[in-house]
């Protein structure tokens, strides 16, 4: 009987030993605990730099739309261009691609990187296409893309230190020519706005475009009046 009850009173003794361990393992440690923690703000962290990647490439193309029309004569020469709108996409997702492979240390997700990279070079691909085939530029809008591409003529043609006559003679007739065809570009937007285009020999005869003179050239040669 003895030896029964030590067997019963060891039993006993080892249940709540056991109880014990069991809690232990189902409740998460303050290591755990903290691990965890860690985890979620790291991964929070990681969102946010990937925000803020977008966000800066998104901002930067923007820029560099704009940026391109700081080149222009004067103000009332810049127009819509779909041309330089392909070539915003063209230099942004290059800048993409150069910034992400600088900073990888920041952008930890070889997922996300790897989606990053792939966009970048299909956005490339497809404006670069877009600017070189021309493939969305109609009547209207190839001229308004070339009315702050002829200011930018004028501009270096006016303004660039020329000493050689025959230098200053080519200027100048560029800035005359460029004038000129500015000022058709801006009536044969108006007209075609108005009147619709003209696709027959009979409405040419009926529409031509009028004959612009323009006399603003270099001031050492056709000063404007």
């Known amino acids: 009987m003895d030896n029964s009850g030590r067997t019963e009173h060891v ?67 810049v127009r819509w261009s779909e041309t330089r709108f392909y070539m915003a996409f063209v230099m942004g997702s290059t800048m993409a691609v150069i910034m992400l492979l ?33 493939t969305t530029v109609q009547d209207r809008s190839y001229m308004r893309a070339m009315i702050p591409h002829h200011s930018i003529a004028i501009l270096t043609s006016e303004r660039s230190e020329i000493t050689d006559l025959r230098v200053l003679e080519l200027a100048d007739s560029i800035i005359l020519a460029q004038r000129r065809e500015i000022a058709e570009m801006d009536w044969l937007i108006d007209d075609i706005t108005e009147n619709g285009k003209v696709t027959t020999e009979a409405e040419l005869a009926e529409r031509p475009v009028p004959e612009f003179t323009v006399t603003d050239g270099r001031d050492e040669l056709s000063p404007g009046d």
């Open 11 to 77: 039993s006993h003794t080892g249940d709540p030993d056991d109880g014990r361990d069991v809690e232990r393992g189902s409740a998460p440690t303050l290591a755990e605990e903290d691990q965890g923690g860690g985890e979620d703000s790291e991964r929070r962290q990681m969102q946010r730099n990937y925000w803020r990647f977008g966000a800066m490439i998104a901002t930067s193309t923007t820029a560099m739309f704009v940026l391109m029309y700081l080149n222009t004569y004067a103000w009332d020469h």
């Open 102 to 134: 600088f900073m990888l240390g920041m952008y930890k997700s070889k997922v996300v990187n790897a989606s990053i990279l792939v966009a970048a070079v299909a956005i490339f691909a497809g404006s670069l296409w877009l600017v070189r085939s021309q």
